[in-house]
């Protein structure tokens, strides 16, 4: 459960990757996996991602921007990967908290509050 303070509105879930490879998988538009690739990161890396169900019924965190866009990543398949939910606050300020990792295989039912 996130639990953040009071003030903060969720914006958007980010992928947090360390310097190893990582499996990404093809997605298209209707949730069929075309294919997947092999990518390698040098350091430490973020993206936005929005997590969709594929027709395989698996959950896919799908990277929105980038080189990467439009990949997505497969827990645990893909490797070591986490996903936060960031909050950002009136005055620009930002908060993040990291999802478990049961949360990675569901598509969450509602939007992360504080």
């Known amino acids: 459960?996130?639990?953040?303070?009071?003030?903060?509105?969720?914006?958007?879930?980010?992928?947090?990757?360390?310097?190893v490879s990582f499996i990404l998988f093809e997605v298209d538009a209707s949730g069929d996996v075309d294919g997947q690739r092999r990518e390698s990161?040098?350091?430490f890396s973020f993206a936005r991602v929005e997590p969709v169900e594929g027709?395989?019924?698996?959950v896919y965190w799908l990277t929105v921007d980038g080189d990467l866009s439009g990949l997505g990543?497969?827990?645990?398949?893909?490797?070591?990967?986490?996903?936060?939910a960031v909050f950002?606050?009136?005055?620009?300020s930002r908060r993040s908290a990291f999802?478990?990792?049961?949360?990675?295989?569901s598509v969450p039912e509602a939007t992360p509050a504080p």
């Open 55 to 58: 027709t395989d019924g698996e």
């Open 1 to 19: 459960m996130i639990r953040l303070e009071e003030g903060h509105t969720f914006a958007f879930y980010e992928v947090s990757v360390g310097p």
């Open 99 to 105: 999802l478990e990792t049961d949360e990675l295989t």
């Open 73 to 84: 990543y497969r827990y645990p398949d893909s490797g070591n990967f986490r996903v936060r």
């Open 88 to 92: 950002v606050s009136d005055d620009g």
């Open 41 to 43: 990161f040098d350091d």
